[in-house]
């Protein structure tokens, strides 16, 4: 029970700062935003490991879910910044095979660890790792390709192709959050995307909560070897999110965006 209550804080948290991650990301920039959100994250990832009840534990994930809230609408924002319109599906699918990528590492790497340094070496580890990675986002990212020093003009020219507008229109802060809130409530593509990320992130976290103690509990594996099958499991997802991505890209250019995602559903 406590478990599941733990899991909950953290997926509440999580899921209530999905919501001003866009607004945070457009006004520090995906550069600072991502380092200070993946840096927070690695914090609380590591501090898991000096919890000692119940509610240390709670506070400590729900701050972590909290920190992990807005890097979704930051690695929208990446997306769209860096990609071209030829391929955003792949730009996307890469970034978000982490989902997949993460799990497959933290399952079969904490495994290992947990057999020479137990639990709380497991979160001490990750969460280091995870503080050296972020450094290494802020040191080797920029908000735009223009920006960045290894961007050539081919590259550029690549990915600025299509994306001109003549105009750009200038709203209030009040008016952005209003027309958001009507494209994804009352449109039907809005509508559509809800329901395609409650349906991606229903299936998801039932694989990543409910997997690993469904093989501990129901077929009495061992933590270790529980550990290993699981994230046998999540290579599927894994190469499921990469092979989608061409996949994907080939249906919206040979049937547009609306027709397009609806066969790929």
Do not use: C
Request: hydrophobic letters at 50%; aromatic letters at 16%.
């Amino acid at each position: 029970m406590n478990i599941s209550l733990v899991l909950f804080i953290w997926s509440l948290a999580y899921a209530i700062f999905n919501f001003p991650g866009g607004w945070i990301t457009d006004k520090l920039g995906i550069r600072k935003a991502m380092a200070t959100f993946f840096g927070l994250w690695s914090a609380f990832t590591a501090l898991t490991a000096s919890t000692f009840n119940f509610i240390s534990m709670a506070v400590v994930r729900g701050l972590m879910g909290a920190s992990e809230g807005p890097v979704w609408p930051i690695n929208s924002k990446v997306s769209k910044n860096w990609a071209s319109i030829r391929d955003p599906s792949k730009a996307f699918t890469w970034a978000g095979s982490g989902q997949a990528l993460g799990p497959i590492i933290g399952l079969a790497g904490g495994t290992a660890l947990y057999a020479l340094w137990g639990w709380r070496g497991v979160f001490i580890f990750f969460g280091i790792l995870s503080i050296l990675l972020a450094i290494a986002w802020y040191a080797l990212s920029r908000d735009k390709p223009e920006e960045h020093p290894w961007v050539n003009k081919a590259e550029l020219d690549y990915i600025r192709e299509g994306k001109a507008m003549a105009t750009e229109p200038t709203l209030k802060s009040g008016d952005t959050w209003k027309i958001a809130l009507r494209i994804v409530f009352t449109t039907q593509a809005g509508i559509g995307v809800l329901l395609t990320f409650i349906s991606f992130g229903y299936i998801l976290y039932t694989f990543l909560y409910w997997l690993p103690p469904l093989m501990y509990g129901e077929f009495t594996h061992s933590v270790t070897t529980s550990g290993y099958y699981s994230a046998a499991i999540d290579t599927a997802l894994f190469i499921g999110f990469i092979a989608s991505s061409p996949f994907n890209d080939w249906l919206v250019s040979r049937y547009g965006k609306v027709m397009g995602r609806s066969s790929s559903r």
